[in-house]
């Protein structure tokens, strides 16, 4: 019962345009969003987090959408560079000190 | 500041073995997640402790695997006797616990069981 869902296991984009990573949840208790980055052989990287009174956070090139209605939030990172190239997971949680519910990742590759 | 460590990095053991991790969190962060991954797989979580206490071991199982984070010195996973099931990367994160609820994650255990 997967209740973090990345649906795109991979997204290739070229340098300088938008990438998009899309998850949905189903678990409408949730209430506090993270998104991360992950290369290979290393630990996941936060980025950014979004709390469920607000519907958007922003932070240099990444910005987080929630959509509450449609359990819906979105990943965007403006301009895309080879650097972000890595696995993205997006988890939720309840908030306080609860665990993580990740999803399964989407694969961004920014293609020179 | 350091961050989160964990070691050791590449753990490789025979089935039977034991299997011990450790993590010590960021300094003044007190509270330690321990996660999964198996792979092509997320992050599955296993067990959440503060000081001296396991507040919620909901996804660990329930034999052969155990927690603890002591007063002094890093959190430890123990693994007893090792099947080829539990090869897998473990993460350990930590968070501050008081209104921050951002956890961070050292650079896992690569645990090998042949």
């Known amino acids: 019962d997967q209740q973090v869902k990345q649906n795109s296991p991979s997204l290739s984009v070229q340098e300088g345009r938008i990438s998009i990573l899309n998850c949905d949840y189903t678990n409408s208790m949730f209430d506090y969003f993270l998104w991360y980055k992950k290369y290979p052989a290393e630990g996941p990287t936060f980025l950014i987090s979004?709390?469920?009174?607000?519907d958007k956070n922003e932070d240099g090139r990444f910005t987080v959408f929630l959509n509450k209605s449609a359990k819906h939030l979105s990943l965007h990172i403006v301009p895309s560079q080879p650097g972000d190239s890595a696995v993205y997971f997006c988890?939720?949680?309840?908030?306080?000190?609860?665990?993580?519910?990740f999803g399964k990742g989407t694969r961004l590759s920014v293609i020179a | 500041n350091a961050g989160v460590m964990q070691n050791p990095r590449h753990l490789v053991r025979r089935r039977g073995q034991e299997a011990r991790l450790r993590c010590s969190p960021m300094k003044g962060h007190s509270h330690v997640y321990w996660y999964r991954q198996l792979p092509e797989e997320g992050l599955k979580f296993m067990v959440y402790?503060?000081?001296?206490?396991?507040?919620?071991e909901s996804g660990m199982p329930k034999e052969r695997f155990s927690a603890e984070f002591p007063k002094e010195g890093p959190s430890i996973l123990r693994i007893q006797q090792v099947v080829r099931g539990d090869s897998a990367a473990y993460f350990c994160?930590?968070?501050?616990?008081?209104?921050?609820?951002?956890?961070?994650f050292g650079p896992g255990t690569r645990l090998t069981v042949t």
């Open positions: 988890a939720a949680s309840f908030s306080g000190n609860t665990p993580l519910v």
């Open positions: 994160a930590s968070s501050p616990g008081t209104g921050n609820y951002e956890q961070y």
């Open positions: 979004i709390s469920s009174i607000k």
């Open positions: 402790l503060q000081k001296e206490n396991i507040i919620d």
